[in-house]
């Protein structure tokens, strides 16, 4: 008698409502976990550098077009890299005339120490590449900018 259902009480879910549920739960969890991540690399000094570095670069402003639109990486891609002491980028970006990747590699020294452009390049689709930064000289004193 005690473990006897009553008119009322909570009935479980169909299968396939579950399923259902479960479903739609997971892919907004994953939705919002790379949303989150995109986030993260955007707000880097790695990203902010290399995208100002493109900003203030004519000849490539010129190539791609005046409304510059930098999207979203491609999370899945090997290419794309960060770790404590490096990080390597390619990320799409587009405008009005062109579109392309820009291909950023910096490093810092440390944890806790600031991030520094190494080298930073557009690839349009065309294949045609456009230095935009690269860090000259042994110990990174001469900064060139291309």
Known sequence: MMWQKYAGSRRSMP???????HSVFCAGGFAIVYYLVQKFHSRGLYYKLAVEQLQSHPEAQEALGPPLNIHYL?????ENFVDI?????????SGSKSEGLLYIHSSRGGPFQRWHLDEVFLELKDGQQIPVF???GENGDEVKKE
Do not use: N, Q, T, Y
């Open 15 to 21: 299968l396939g409502a579950r399923i259902l549920f």
């Open 74 to 78: 491609k999370l899945i891609d090997r």
């Open 85 to 93: 002491a490096d990080a390597k980028l390619k990320i799409p970006v």
């Open 134 to 136: 690269k860090l000259s």
